[in-house]
């Protein structure tokens, strides 16, 4: 069962502008993650966020949870080629569980 | 680091062969996953073990089984492949209720 779904399905920024993507879920969750597969690897973790932060910063990364619309966002700041990634967002089910959205695809042209 | 391997990038095998992935992490991970992921539908997941000789369903475990008989390795194994079962299978490992330390992951080709 997919709770998360990301939006939009695919982006394409030029290098040293912004990437945005939306992250949607249905039900109540512990926490929210972001992770990063460049192509034809295995997934990163980037970022965790608790249902009781509403924003986390790490590196060019930030992260907002908005647990009344049930979504979140993730910001890239100042893209760079190596950020051409698919980035997953992923929530908990229960305690061992997580749920993947079918991600963004993010194209940082040089 | 963490380090979780797989032990093939690529693998091509015909129907009704019996094949087997393994995953080995190195972090004494209590919690390890099997998922298989394809195009438009994101990671699905197969199985889940959270302690030695444990296993669970996941979203999709027809065609699949798995073995932990050690902690540091999970096994995937398909009884008889199938076309179906053409996909990039994704191991990952994790210590508490956060964090999947994934493997880079096997492309399974059944012809």
């Known amino acids: 069962s997919q709770q998360g779904e990301e939006d939009p399905q695919a982006l394409s920024i030029q290098e040293g502008e912004n990437a945005t993507m939306n992250c949607s879920y249905k039900?109540?969750?512990?926490?929210l993650q972001w992770y990063r597969q460049n192509s034809g690897r295995g997934l990163v973790h980037l970022i965790l966020?608790?249902?009781?932060?509403r924003e986390k910063h790490s590196g060019r990364l930030r992260v907002t949870l908005d647990t009344s619309k049930k979504s979140s966002s993730l910001l890239i700041t100042a893209s760079r080629a190596a950020d051409t990634a698919s980035y997953f967002c992923?929530?908990?089910?229960?305690?061992?569980?997580?749920?993947f959205g079918a991600g963004t695809t993010v194209t940082v042209r040089a | 680091d963490v380090k979780v391997t797989q032990s093939s990038r690529y693998l091509v095998k015909r129907t009704g062969e019996k094949v087997f992935l393994e995953c080995v992490q190195d972090?004494?991970?209590?919690?390890m996953f099997w998922y298989r992921q394809d195009p438009g539908l994101g990671l699905r997941l197969i199985y889940f073990?959270?302690?030695?000789?444990?296993?669970e369903k996941g979203d999709i475990p027809e065609g699949y089984s798995v073995s932990r008989e050690k902690k540091e390795r999970f096994s995937l194994i398909l009884e008889s492949a199938s076309t179906n079962q053409t996909s990039m299978y994704l191991c990952?490992?994790?210590?508490?209720?956060?964090?999947?330390?994934f493997g880079p992951g096997t492309r399974l080709t059944v012809l």
């Open positions: 990952a490992s994790s210590p508490s209720l956060d964090t999947q330390y």
């Open positions: 039900t109540s969750i512990n926490n």
């Open positions: 966020i608790r249902s009781n932060e």
């Open positions: 992923a929530t908990d089910l229960n305690d061992y569980k997580l749920s």
């Open positions: 972090m004494d991970h209590e919690n």
């Open positions: 073990s959270y302690d030695v000789k444990m296993k």
